[in-house]
Nanobody, 118 residues
Framework: QVQLVESGGGSVQAGRSLRLSCRGS????????VGWYRQTPGKEREYVSS????????RYIDSVKGRFTISKDNAKNTLYLQMNNLKPEDTAMYYC???????????WGQGTQVTVSS
């Protein structure tokens, strides 16, 4: 069974940085495209970034371009999201996800909270 476990969230002031990690099982990051989503209370889960399995092609939503960087280390089975110059609107629960199929990711982590104060 695939497991994804996020870590690295916390509370920081605007302008600071955090690096989120997502540890996966079963070599999943070498086999599947993976991504990060975020969600705030009362809102739908929002796509943030993704990286493909074959060519490690990266994508970002416009609001994080130039500030966030997604990467992965297949040998360590770990996905990262480096978040720089954080803004209060980045406050959310962040989830990693793996294996895109039939319009959605098949596996999800439990989330890690990021809180950015002004």
């Amino acid at each position: 069974q695939v497991q994804l476990v996020e870590s690295g969230g916390g509370s920081v002031q605007a302008g600071r940085s955090l690096r989120l990690s997502c540890r996966g099982s079963g070599g999943i990051f070498g086999r599947c495209g993976v991504g990060w989503y975020r969600q705030t209370p009362g809102k739908e889960r929002e796509y943030v970034s993704s990286i493909s399995s074959l060519y490690a092609t990266t994508r970002y939503i416009d609001s994080v371009k130039g500030r966030f960087t997604i990467s992965k280390d297949n040998a360590k089975n770990t996905l990262y999201l480096q978040m720089n110059n954080l803004k209060p609107e980045d406050t959310a629960m962040y989830y990693c996800a793996a294996c895109w199929d039939s319009g959605t990711y098949q596996y999800w982590g439990q989330g890690t909270q990021v809180t950015v104060s002004s």
